[in-house]
């Protein structure tokens, strides 16, 4: 049987844009998504976020879920939804300034707009990711999560995304999405220019996920199942070999 993994699942604290009176918060299928996978593969999640407490929800993520579950595709954010238990999750977490990065195999930075607003700049959430990425733990994100990475630096004084493969939303998307006018920065060009190898789907909202050793990022809301699956595999591999019989 696979080792349980203890993941940390990051979001965000901001409930609306600073420019515009839009609501925002957490994109609730990146949270639900992942952690449908992760927990039927028998492993244990913590939530956290940049100052502990209350996580918002953007409304459009339930609003957009609630179009996907009509027309019969696959969601299970409705079911999340209406369970208390783990919506009571989402009251009060941890802050990650008080997380032992020790104490977890992987990091996984959900998305929705809010994150442009608190994950940069947030000196607690680079640190730890730091910490974790070069203590060999497996550091992921996904849509607008990617924002978190920006200002990671690792012991060495580099960046951690540069050189390295990753993708986020894309600027087409911010377009499509007409949230252009209300974001304070593109995800893509801030990753370009901090020497990040950004890609993205040929199609805008295809699902999209980008490895690169143990550093995952997906591109949109579409691609938490793939990275979660990405952040399994790459746990699987990091287990030590059984020893014979």
Request: proline share 6%; with cysteine; net charge negative.
């Amino acid at each position: 049987m696979p080792a349980q993994r203890r993941i940390l699942v990051v979001a965000t604290n901001v409930d609306q844009y600073q420019k515009v009176g839009y609501r925002t918060g957490l994109w609730l299928s990146e949270l639900t998504h992942f952690w449908d996978v992760a927990e039927e593969a028998g492993h244990t999640l913590q939530l956290a976020s940049p100052s502990g407490g209350m996580i918002p929800i953007d409304p459009e993520s339930l609003m957009l879920s609630e179009l996907a579950r009509s027309a019969g595709m696959r969601s299970s954010v409705f079911k999340r939804y209406e369970d208390r238990i783990f919506m009571d999750l989402l009251n009060d977490t941890v802050n990650v300034a008080s997380v032992d990065p020790g104490e977890f195999d992987a990091i996984y930075l959900t998305g929705g707009h809010g994150v442009m607003f608190d994950f940069p700049g947030c000196e607690p959430l680079a640190r730890l990711i730091a910490a974790m990425y070069e203590q060999g733990r497996v550091v992921a994100a996904v849509c607008h999560g990617p924002a978190g990475l920006l200002d990671v630096r690792l012991g060495n004084g580099e960046l951690l995304v540069q050189g390295k493969r990753v993708t986020g939303f894309s600027w087409n998307e911010e377009i499509m999405a007409k949230r252009d006018f209300a974001v304070p920065f593109g995800l893509e060009q801030e990753l370009g220019k901090r020497g990040a190898q950004y890609s993205k789907a040929m199609l805008p909202f295809a699902p999209y996920v980008v490895e690169d050793g143990r550093l995952i990022t997906g591109q949109n809301p579409g691609s938490a199942y793939g990275v979660a699956k990405a952040v399994l595999r790459t746990l699987r591999l990091s287990e030590p070999a059984a020893e014979p019989a």
